[in-house]
């Protein structure tokens, strides 16, 4: 099983919501992980599976103390708590200066977010959240331990400019070099485009002609559509068929392709696990 990391290089394309749509719909057990330093999203969007706010001293902050004594993977499950509709989330901190805490424990928070599909009890992949990330990001640090790291990206030229340098930066910290189309390596860096559904195929291919031109290892693994309305419903805000939404049925395609593609790797120990 697998940790799948979500980031953004600038702007709000939208991570929190891609990394909450890719969970509610994962073919396997999931962790939806906020790993942002600058702090979470969930606790002010979100309810609790019963009914009342989120507990923001359960989650990441509780955490912190139980990993610098070092971190058993099944450790994970006693800060989580469920969201209204069942998924387990690790909440974020509340604030970007809270995540002093944090300082040399992310390490062993990848490592036990990649280990914990391989726990005997509870085993379940990780989406990890990790917001907007630079060049000093800590969160990063996460990335060797993943086995594919998702840039959500909107689809204005700057937007992809960014993201084609942002998973060039990426490549080399993490591979060492640049790669072409060839080149896979652990972490794969994919690229989700938020946009209209109308038209994706085509840009879609253009987006990736640019960053195989560029050298950056990474390619579009797909599009999740630019629906509010969904994004509403999915944060409680409203009510509807939340199924039929443009955003799940979008959200649903990229999970079962990433499944397709990788699930049987995924079945083995991440690569990054012994690290």
Not at 117 to 142: F, K, N, Q, Y
Not at 234 to 244: E, F, P, V
Request: net charge neutral; hydrophobic share 45%.
């Amino acid at each position: 099983m697998a940790l799948i990391v979500l980031a953004a290089d600038k702007g709000s394309p939208g991570v929190t919501t891609a990394a909450v749509a890719l969970s509610a719909v994962w073919p396997r057990r999931v962790l939806l992980a906020e790993t942002d330093p600058a702090g979470g999203d969930l606790l002010y969007r979100s309810a609790a599976a019963h009914g009342g706010s989120l507990d923001p001293n359960t989650g990441m902050l509780s955490i912190a103390a139980t990993a610098r004594r070092g971190l058993v993977p099944d450790q994970l499950w006693d800060h989580t708590q469920p969201l209204s509709g069942g998924l387990d989330v690790l909440v974020g901190i509340g604030s970007a200066e809270q995540a002093a805490g944090f300082t040399g424990l992310w390490p062993t928070l990848g490592q036990s977010f990649a280990q914990l599909g391989d726990s005997p009890h509870a085993p379940a992949d990780v989406i990890a959240d990790c917001g907007r990330i630079s060049g000093d990001t800590a969160a990063v640090e996460l990335f060797p331990y993943a086995q594919l790291v998702l840039l959500v990206s909107r689809t204005t030229p700057e937007a992809l400019a960014r993201v084609r340098d942002r998973a060039s930066h990426l490549t080399q910290r993490l591979h060492g070099g640049p790669r072409g189309a060839a080149g896979i390596a652990t972490p794969l860096i994919g690229v989700v485009l938020v946009t209209d559904p109308g038209g994706s195929a085509k840009l879609v291919h253009q987006v990736n002609d640019m960053l195989v031109a560029g050298q950056t290892g990474a390619r579009v693994v797909g599009t999740l559509a630019e629906d509010p309305a969904g994004a509403d419903q999915l944060a409680g805000r409203r009510r509807g068929r939340l199924d039929k939404s443009l955003l799940i049925r979008s959200a649903r395609k990229i999970s079962a392709d990433l499944y397709q593609q990788f699930g049987a790797a995924w079945s083995t120990p991440a690569a990054g696990a012994g690290r």
